[in-house]
Nanobody
Framework: VQLQASGGGLVQAGGSLRLSCAVSGSMFSINVMGWYRQAPGKQRELVVNISRGGSTNVADSVKGRFTISRDDAKSTVYLQMNSLKSEDTAIYYC??????????WGQGTQVTVSS
């Protein structure tokens, strides 16, 4: 499985961005897709993930602001980020989990929120 993240950039506080994660091949075998982020000097943390069945886990810090969605027909997962804050500044990584096979990562896309 190969993941290609895109959509990062520089945005002012209060603005929005949508990240995309394109998955090579079919998403049928993927059990969970998610977005993680890593800010300078901090550990990588889960932002939000979504199971094949549509269940989501959302970090408290982004609840009500970030939304994950998946389009299996396009083999793409999206992260809609609204009301961005300076503390959302980080490199955002796309992640895929296939039970019994492994954990896959995209290359990361930088999100910078200016205050």
């Amino acid at each position: 499985v190969q993941l290609q993240a895109s959509g990062g950039g520089l945005v002012q506080a209060g603005g929005s961005l949508r990240l995309s994660c394109a998955v090579s091949g079919s998403m049928f075998s993927i059990n969970v897709m998610g977005w993680y982020r890593q800010a300078p000097g901090k550990q990588r943390e889960l932002v939000v993930n979504i199971s094949r069945g549509g269940s989501t886990n959302v970090a408290d810090s982004v609840k009500g602001r970030f939304t994950i969605s998946r389009d299996d027909a396009k083999s793409t997962v999206y992260l809609q980020m609204n009301s961005l804050k300076s503390e959302d500044t980080a490199i955002y990584y796309c992640n895929a989990v296939i039970y019994g096979r492994g954990n896959y990562w995209g290359q990361g896309t930088q999100v910078t929120v200016s205050s």
